[in-house]
């Protein structure tokens, strides 16, 4: 899965038109990051590599481009 692909998918997690993300986005100002965009974000970065994240390491998460870090996704 490219950076992009990976992107697309958090637009779809957070009811965004696909493209809309590009990682510098501040994950407060997105109105409807939330519990389901979480658990949404969690599956898409098990489908992207296998990696098993937790509900705390993304809540220290403060921006998309850190989101992308913590599930290894290459620019």
């Given at each position: 899965m490219t950076r992009?692909?990976?992107?697309a998918g958090l637009d779809d997690?957070?009811?965004?038109p696909?493209?809309?993300l590009q990682g510098s986005e501040q994950l407060e100002?997105?109105?409807n990051w939330d519990s389901?965009?979480?658990v949404s974000f969690?599956?898409?970065a098990d489908s992207h590599n296998g990696k098993q994240l937790?509900?705390?390491q993304i809540g220290q998460c403060k921006t998309v481009a850190?989101?992308?870090?913590?599930a290894q996704v290459e620019e």
């Open positions: 992009q692909e990976f992107l997690a957070v009811s965004l696909v493209g809309t100002d997105l109105e389901m965009a979480m969690i599956a898409l937790s509900v705390k850190e989101l992308l870090q913590l």
